[in-house]
C-alpha cells in the first residue's frame, strides 16, 4: 500500500516562506514524475512544479522563480516556497506517477492535501 504524507503546511505573512515535504512509503518498482499541484477554494487543481525521471523540472508561470522543487535519493519530494503571496493560499497535494513493476503501466498516487495560508 503506497502512502504519501506531507507537512510543512501552515500560515505565513506575504513575503514569508514554507517548506513543503513529502514522504512516500510502500511499494514503488520506478518513479516516473513527482509532482506538486494545488487548489484553491472554488478553483479548478492546478499543477505547481514536476520533476521528471530525467531530473527536468517545470513549474507553473504563477511560481516561477519563487518556488523551487527537488527531490532526494529517497522517494521523498519538496517544495520550496519563497516569496509568498496571498495567491498562493491552497490545498497542496503531492503526486505521483509510479510503475508497481516492471510491466510498463503508470498509476498515479496522491497525498492527503496540506493547507497553506499566506495573510496579506
Known amino acids: 500500500q503506497l502512502q504519501l504524507v506531507e507537512s510543512g503546511g501552515g500560515l505565513v505573512q506575504a513575503g514569508g516562506s514554507l517548506r513543503l515535504s513529502c514522504a512516500a512509503s510502500?511499494?514503488?518498482?520506478?518513479?516516473?514524475?513527482m509532482s506538486w499541484y494545488r487548489q484553491a477554494p472554488g478553483k479548478q487543481r492546478e499543477l505547481v512544479a514536476a520533476i521528471t525521471s530525467d531530473g527536468i523540472t517545470n513549474y507553473s508561470d504563477s511560481v516561477k522563480g519563487r518556488f523551487t522543487m527537488f527531490r532526494d535519493n529517497a522517494k521523498n519530494m519538496y517544495l520550496q516556497m519563497n516569496s509568498l503571496k496571498p495567491e498562493d493560499t491552497a490545498v497542496y497535494y503531492c503526486?505521483?506517477?509510479?510503475?508497481?513493476?516492471?510491466?510498463?503501466?503508470?498509476?498515479?498516487?496522491w497525498g492527503q492535501g496540506i493547507q497553506v495560508t499566506v495573510s496579506s
Open positions: 510502500g511499494s514503488i518498482f520506478n518513479i516516473n514524475t
Open positions: 503526486s505521483l506517477r509510479y510503475q508497481r513493476g516492471p510491466a510498463l503501466i503508470l498509476y498515479d498516487y
